[in-house]
C-alpha cells in the first residue's frame, strides 16, 4: 500500500522565529515519523531573513525526510525591501498596489491575501506531478486556507484545518472579530468542505461549536505543548542562586502589559530581602529594529535590575531556562488565549508567576501545577503579589517540589498531544 502524501501549507516555517512555526514543524515531523509522506509549501526564506523574523537554528529540526517547497510571499520580489522594487512600483507604490488587488480574489486577510493564487497553483502543481491524498492546511494566515479549501475541493481531497488562533473571534475579547461579517462566507464554506477542524483550545473549540452547531462534529481540540530540545528537565537545579533570577522567555508582543509588569516589579524589587532581578529573553516585537522593538528595549534598560538577554536560538533554550530561579508567564485576553509557552513553561518545574487574566485558558492549563502562582487580577498590585510569592517559591529550594512540578508538565508535552491528530490525518488520507 503505498504512503499516504499529505500537503502541509504553513506560510510561517523555519526558518521563521515566530510562535507560529513550531506546531508546524511538529505536525511534519510527527506525520513523516508516523510513515507519511509530507510536502510542506512555506513562504521563501527571504521573507523571514529580511522582514519578519528568522532563527536559522531551527532549519536544523526539519526531518530529512519532509519536502519543504519555498514560495515567493511577495509576488513582485521575494525581498520586501523598497531598493529592490522596479520603477513602476517605486514611482508609485499606492497605485501599484491597488493594481495588484484587482486582479486578487476579494478575501479579508490583510497582506495575506497576496499568496493565494500563488498556494493554489503550487497545490495543483504538487497534485499533478504527485498525487496528494490529503491537505492540511494551517493557520493564521488564513489565505492558505483559502487556497488549500478551494484546490481540495475542486480536486475531491480531503481537507483538515488546523486553526491556531481564529478566523471569526478576537481571542482576546471573546466577541466576534471585526471582519466577522466578511470573513463568515468563506469560514462557512470551509467548514462544509473539510473532514475536521481543530482548535487549540476547548474554550475556542466551544465557542465555534455553539454558532455552527451543525458542524460541531468536525471541530476538535488539538492543544499545543512543549517540544523536546526546548527544555532540559534535569538541567533544572532547585538551589536558588544570587541574585535570584526571573526570566521571561519569549516573543514581547505589541499587546504586551509591560508598564504594569515594570511598576509590579519595582515594587517586589524594593521590598526584597536580598538582590532579584529579571531578565527578558526573545525579541521585542515582530520586527527588528521598529520603533516598538527600540522602545521596548528603552524601557526594559531604564528599569532597575531588569535587562534584556537579546533573542537566543530555540536549540539554546534549554540553556537559558537552567539559568533561571522563576519564570514570568505575561499576556493578554482571557478564556481564549492559552499561549505556547504556558506548556513549556511548566515542563521546567520552576517557580510561574502567572500575570494573566484569572479567566485565562493559561489558568486552566496551569491550575494543578504545584509552582503556578496566579495573579488575582491585573492590577499592579495583583502583579506584584504574584511575583512576590513566586520569588519566594524559588528562595525555598524544594527539590521535592521541583519533581512534582516537572511530573506535572510532562504530561504536557506536543508529542501527546499531536499523537491522536496524526493518526487522525493518516485514517482520513488512507
Same mark, same amino acid.
Given at each position: ?18 510562535? =507560529? ?15 507519511a ?10 521573507t ?9 537554528g ?17 509576488p ?13 512600483r ?11 488587488? @484587482?486582479?486578487? *480574489? ?5 497582506v ?15 497534485h499533478?506531478?504527485?498525487? &496528494?491524498?490529503?491537505?492540511?492546511a494551517? /493557520? ?11 484546490v ?16 471569526? /473571534? ?24 473539510? @473532514? ?13 461549536a ?7 462534529d ?16 534535569? +538541567? ?12 521571561? &522567555?519569549?516573543?514581547?508582543p505589541?499587546?504586551? *502589559? ?20 529579571l ?16 522602545g ?5 534598560? /531604564? ?23 522563576a519564570?514570568?508567564?505575561?499576556k ?10 504556558t506548556?513549556e ?8 508567576? =502567572?500575570? &494573566?487574566? *484569572? ?9 494543578d501545577?504545584?509552582?503556578?502562582h ?10 506584584a ?16 517540589v ?17 499523537e491522536?491528530?496524526?493518526? +487522525? ?6
Amino acid at each position: 500500500m503505498p504512503r499516504p502524501h499529505v500537503a502541509l501549507v504553513s506560510w510561517g516555517f523555519p526558518p521563521f522565529r515566530g510562535s =507560529g512555526t513550531f506546531r508546524p514543524l511538529a505536525l511534519a515531523n510527527a506525520l513523516a515519523a508516523a510513515g507519511a509522506q509530507v510536502t510542506v509549501l512555506a513562504a521563501a526564506r527571504e521573507t523571514f531573513l529580511a522582514h519578519y523574523g528568522a532563527d536559522p537554528g531551527l532549519e536544523a529540526q526539519i526531518d530529512p525526510r519532509v519536502e519543504v517547497r519555498r514560495l515567493p510571499f511577495y509576488p513582485e520580489n521575494p525581498w520586501p525591501v523598497v531598493n529592490d522594487w522596479g520603477p513602476v512600483r517605486a514611482s508609485d507604490p499606492r497605485r501599484f498596489a491597488a493594481d495588484r488587488r @484587482r486582479v486578487l *480574489p476579494a478575501f479579508p486577510e490583510k497582506v495575506y491575501e497576496t499568496w493565494i493564487p500563488r498556494v493554489a497553483a503550487a497545490l495543483r502543481d504538487l497534485h499533478a506531478a504527485d498525487p &496528494v491524498s490529503l491537505m492540511l492546511a494551517t /493557520a493564521g494566515p488564513y489565505g492558505q486556507v483559502e487556497a488549500a479549501a478551494s484546490v481540495a475541493t475542486d480536486l475531491g481531497l480531503p481537507l483538515v484545518i488546523d486553526d491556531r488562533d481564529s478566523f471569526l /473571534a478576537d481571542v482576546f475579547t471573546g466577541e466576534e472579530h471585526e471582519w466577522f461579517d466578511q470573513r463568515l462566507p468563506f469560514a462557512l464554506r470551509w467548514f462544509r468542505s473539510a @473532514r475536521d477542524v481543530w482548535f487549540v483550545n476547548p474554550p475556542i473549540r466551544d465557542w465555534h461549536a455553539r454558532r455552527f452547531p451543525e458542524f460541531a462534529d468536525k471541530f476538535r481540540v488539538v492543544e499545543n505543548g512543549w517540544d523536546a530540545g526546548v527544555v532540559d528537565p534535569a +538541567r533544572i537545579s532547585p538551589s536558588p542562586r544570587t541574585p535570584l533570577r526571573m526570566g521571561y &522567555v519569549g516573543l514581547v508582543p505589541t499587546n504586551f *502589559p509591560m508598564a504594569s509588569l515594570l511598576q509590579a516589579w519595582e515594587q517586589v524589587r524594593a521590598a526584597s530581602p536580598e538582590p532579584v532581578e529579571l531578565v527578558f529573553t526573545g525579541p521585542l516585537g515582530y520586527t527588528e529594529g521598529s520603533p516598538f522593538w527600540r522602545g521596548m528595549q528603552e524601557r526594559i534598560e /531604564a528599569a532597575a535590575d531588569v535587562s534584556w538577554a537579546g533573542h537566543v536560538s530555540r536549540p539554546d533554550l534549554p540553556g537559558v531556562y537552567a539559568g533561571l530561579d522563576a519564570l514570568l508567564l505575561a499576556k493578554e485576553g482571557g478564556e481564549l488565549v492559552t499561549g505556547g509557552k504556558t506548556y513549556e513553561y511548566a515542563a521546567t518545574g520552576l517557580p510561574i508567576a =502567572g500575570a &494573566v487574566d *484569572p479567566g485565562s485558558d493559561a489558568v486552566r492549563v496551569l491550575r494543578d501545577h504545584p509552582r503556578f502562582h496566579p495573579a488575582a487580577g491585573l492590577a499592579v498590585t495583583d502583579i506584584a503579589a504574584a511575583l512576590a510569592a513566586t520569588l519566594q517559591d524559588a528562595r525555598a529550594g524544594d527539590a521535592a517540589v521541583l519533581q512534582a512540578a516537572q511530573a506535572h508538565g510532562n504530561a504536557l508535552s506536543r508529542a501527546a498531544a499531536l499523537e491522536p491528530a496524526v493518526a +487522525r490525518v493518516l485514517e482520513l488520507a488512507s
